[in-house]
């Protein structure tokens, strides 16, 4: 594989920022609605319950489970192929929660008590689109992937199966893995799991050509 330049290097993380942005202000919107946790999160909330209940660990808390399991995926890849291992992986385990936590403080309003039921789905759904979109473009900035879309897309490409349905067999592994451990499901869990990867899918040509373009544009041409 050739090697990218620094500038490219630099370029391809700042798109990668960018749809990490954008696919967070989905997941905030979707954890606003409150109907469900994703399918990741599932998974963390069953691990961290279960493994609370064996140990008695207070150390042991939601986030710092997440950041295990990140790191566990990221080490399975390490000695499987270290290929999709890349500085924006790392950037996007670390750069989640506090990208939510901002949008939290500004989208909170949105989400009042007693909120219909419908309204909540409504946003809920908005949130998993939003995700999806920005969650193509930090896949096609090449530079690195969230969990989900990491072991997605690699067993897409070992596979040669469509991205959009590895997608959704593994946020329902996540899933069922999760709730058998005695994490939390809900109506948000099943939109999320059975939505974002067909979605996803519509959208990853169309923002492959738009990462191209901006490539093309801010980089010197190769001789």
């Not at 954008?22 to 979707?30: E, K, N, S, Y």
């Not at 990867?197 to 990853?204: D, I, M």
């Amino acid at each position: 594989m050739k090697k990218r330049s620094y500038q490219e290097t630099a370029l391809r993380i700042l798109i990668l920022l960018v749809g990490l942005t954008i696919a967070h202000l989905g997941v905030t919107l979707f954890l606003l609605a409150d109907l469900g946790a994703d399918p990741f999160n599932v998974l963390v909330q069953g691990v961290y319950r279960t493994s609370s209940a064996l140990t008695g660990w207070s150390i042991l808390t939601h986030g710092r489970i997440h950041i295990i399991l990140c790191f566990v995926i990221i080490l399975i890849l390490l000695f499987a192929d270290r290929s999709y291992i890349k500085a924006g992986t790392i950037l996007c385990m670390i750069c989640g929660g506090p990208i939510i936590d901002f949008f939290t403080i500004f989208l909170a309003p949105l989400f009042p008590e007693n909120s219909p039921l419908l309204y909540k789905i409504f946003m809920l759904a908005l949130g998993c689109v939003i995700l999806a979109y920005g969650m193509t473009i930090v896949i096609k900035s090449d530079a690195g992937t969230g969990p989900n879309d990491l072991v997605a897309v690699v067993i897409s490409d070992k596979s040669h199966k469509p991205f959009s349905i590895v997608r959704i067999v593994v946020d329902a592994t996540f899933v069922l893995v999760g709730f058998l451990l005695g994490g939390a499901i809900g109506i948000g869990t099943i939109i999320c799991a059975g939505c974002v990867g067909p979605v996803a899918g519509v959208f990853l040509p169309f923002n492959e050509k738009i990462v191209q373009n901006i490539l093309r544009k801010f980089l010197p041409a190769k001789q």
